[in-house]
């Protein structure tokens, strides 16, 4: 079994909604939670990187969430654009080994 | 642009054969990861180089090995190539391997397709 589970698998918004991606993880012991975000065809890029003593962290109209306690994550778009269509991907690291469990992804598309 | 650089961008090989993906990690990044997905699959993560050294493995298979030279760049090695290695290899570096605040930067990718 995935120790991060992601959810939903796909969403479609109207352009200037707001959405919400969840993220569950079983990692243990956890180092750090990153969301990235990757075009079709690209290589993902990094949007926010929380430790486990971080609840908040926002990088433009993206805002992701943490609750160590029950191992959860939710990446916030807020007013949404036509390039925010992506694959959104969460990664947790683990502490002892640095190995990095990913997430299967959010795939996002934003219609006009 | 990210900095990190993956030759060739897009591979096509025959079942059995055996090939070599390229990574250059951004100036001064000491780690390097290679990451493959599959078409509709999500990343998965292969193998973490530090410094020329081995740091974790992920879910490499044995007919896979990758390296990093001293000068930093890195080779990952695919033989005995089957239809099912049809993939983007990434690549992706940063600077120390790990850490709260380490973020990784990606490549463009390779496209492996296997006929």
């Known amino acids: 079994k995935n120790q991060v589970e992601q959810s939903p698998q796909s969403l479609i918004i109207l352009e200037g909604k707001n959405c919400t991606l969840q993220?569950?993880?079983?990692?243990?012991?956890?180092?750090?939670l990153r969301w990235y975000k990757q075009d079709t065809g690209r290589g993902p890029v990094s949007l926010t990187i929380m430790t486990f003593s971080e609840n908040t962290k926002s990088n433009g109209r993206y805002t992701a969430t943490l609750d160590a306690d029950t191992k959860q994550s939710s990446l916030h778009i807020t007013a949404s654009q036509l390039s925010d269509s992506a694959s959104y991907i969460c990664?947790?690291?683990?502490?002892?080994?640095?190995?990095?469990?990913f997430g299967a992804g959010t795939t996002v598309t934003v219609r006009a | 642009d990210s900095g990190v650089t993956q030759t060739p961008k897009h591979l096509i090989t025959a079942t059995g054969q055996r090939v070599t993906l390229r990574c250059s990690p951004r100036s001064g990044d000491l780690s390097v990861y290679w990451y493959q997905q599959s078409l509709d699959q999500g990343l998965q993560f292969l193998i973490h180089y530090y410094n020329g050294e081995e740091r974790a493995k992920g879910n490499i298979l044995e007919r896979f090995s990758a390296q990093q030279f001293p000068d930093l760049h890195s080779e990952l090695n695919l033989s005995s190539l089957e239809l099912g290695d049809s993939a983007l290899y990434f690549c992706a570096s940063s600077v120390v391997g790990g850490g709260p605040t380490d973020t990784q930067y990606f490549g463009p990718g390779t496209r492996l397709t296997v006929l």
């Open positions: 993220c569950n993880y079983t990692v243990s012991p956890f180092s750090n």
């Open positions: 990664v947790v690291s683990h502490s002892n080994d640095y190995k990095l469990s």
